[in-house]
């Protein structure tokens, strides 16, 4: 059985912090802090293939459109792929000032 003053302390800790105060911090970081490893390296990774492949679509819409078969698809994949490299160079940039 839990003395009336400590269940007061840990019923009081949970409603302002959310977690129990023996059990420390929750493995997930909670939030506030520096973000994740992997959430860096997924967001990169949709980047990245979000930018190729509208640059590619776009390529082939154009394409489709003048009727000039590899032509701005080649350009879209090359706008895609420099539109990848610029969010890479920002997103670093972004992290080493942290």
């Known amino acids: 059985m839990v003395?009336?003053?400590r269940a007061n302390d840990v019923l009081g800790a949970v409603e302002v912090t959310g977690q129990d105060p023996d059990r420390g911090a929750s493995p997930g970081g909670g939030s506030g802090g520096p973000p994740l490893n992997w959430a860096l390296a997924l967001d990169l990774?949709?980047?990245l293939g979000?930018?190729?492949?509208v640059g590619i679509g776009l390529g082939l819409l154009v394409d489709s459109w003048?009727?000039?078969s590899p032509l701005f698809t080649l350009?879209?994949?090359v706008l895609g792929m420099a539109a990848a490299m610029?969010?890479?160079w920002?997103?670093?940039k972004q992290a080493?000032?942290?």
């Open 90 to 92: 920002d997103v670093a």
């Open 45 to 47: 990774g949709l980047r």
């Open 75 to 77: 350009v879209g994949v």
């Open 86 to 88: 610029f969010t890479i």
């Open 66 to 68: 003048l009727h000039t």
């Open 96 to 98: 080493m000032r942290r």
């Open 3 to 5: 003395p009336e003053g």
């Open 50 to 53: 979000i930018s190729v492949i």
